[in-house]
Structure formats: C-alpha cells, structure tokens
C-alpha cells in the first residue's frame, strides 16, 4: 500500500469560480467590518498578509464564518497551520475560494478535511 504524502494545498480540477470568490469575500468584509468598496477591490489574486493585512483573530473569525457557511469540513485556520511562510506569505482570496470548492465537490480528502491532515481515526466514545 502506498502512503501519499500530506497535501499543504486542496487537490482542485480548475480555480474556484468568480461567483464564489465574490460571496467568500463578502463574507471576509462581514467578519472585518469594513464597507461594500473595500470588498469591491478584492480580486482572486489579492494577498491575505500583504495586501488585505488580516489580523490572526480575523482569520480565525473568517474560518469560523467560512465553517458555518460552507460546512464543519473546511478549517481555514487548520489549512494555514500547515502552511510554511512563503505560502502564508504568498495565500490568496482565491487560494481559500479553492480550498473552499475542493471541500464542497469532495476533492479534499478521504475524510472530507481540506487541511493537510487525513487521519482518519473515529471519534472516541464515551463511556
């Protein structure tokens, strides 16, 4: 049996449509506060550190907003973890809109998280 390695990134087909890099980044400008024109100016390439300056406590709301929207699968904030700093660095709203549609159309992994984990011990039980 062959073991594949962790992916840092979700296994996609094609970029995430505009339509959903569009609704992710309303949603962002929700969870930071900010008006309709600054979400206006986000684009697929638009950096999360050097462009948008999101704050870790942002990200994290970000993810928990992306969680309920899209479903518990997709932790965003699990997916950076696995990151290394350039890809940190260089995360787009396009890379999160991929991770968000490799999540929704099954690609993520065999138990459904798109992080770079796929451990697929159950769920203890309780005694």
Same mark, same amino acid.
């Given at each position: 049996? *062959?073991?594949? @390695?962790?992916?840092?990134? =979700?296994?996609? #087909?094609? @970029? #995430?449509?505009?339509?959903? $890099?569009?609704?992710?980044?309303?949603? &962002?400008?929700?969870? $930071?506060?900010?008006?309709?024109?600054?979400?206006?100016? +986000?684009?697929?390439?638009?950096?999360?550190? /050097?462009? &948008?300056?999101?704050?870790?406590?942002?990200?994290?709301?970000?993810?928990?907003?992306?969680?309920?929207? %899209?479903?518990?699968?997709?932790?965003?904030?699990? %997916?950076?973890? /696995?990151?290394? +700093?350039?890809? +940190? +660095?260089?995360?787009? $709203? /396009?890379? $999160?809109?991929?991770?968000? #549609?490799?999540?929704?159309?099954? *690609?993520?992994?065999? *138990? /459904?998280?798109?992080? =770079?984990?796929? #451990?697929?011990? =159950?769920?203890?039980?309780?005694?």
């Amino acid at each position: 049996m *062959n073991a594949e @390695p962790a992916r840092t990134e =979700p296994a996609r #087909a094609e @970029p #995430a449509q505009p339509e959903l $890099v569009r609704r992710i980044a309303d949603l &962002l400008r929700e969870v $930071v506060g900010e008006d309709r024109a600054w979400s206006d100016a +986000i684009r697929r390439e638009t950096r999360l550190d /050097g462009e &948008l300056l999101l704050e870790s406590h942002e990200l994290a709301a970000w993810s928990l907003a992306l969680r309920r929207d %899209h479903g518990d699968h997709l932790d965003l904030v699990e %997916h950076v973890a /696995g990151l290394d +700093i350039d890809q +940190i +660095i260089a995360l787009t $709203v /396009g890379d $999160v809109a991929d991770l968000v #549609a490799a999540g929704r159309d099954g *690609n993520a992994g065999r *138990n /459904g998280n798109a992080g =770079p984990s796929e #451990a697929t011990t =159950p769920p203890r039980e309780r005694s």
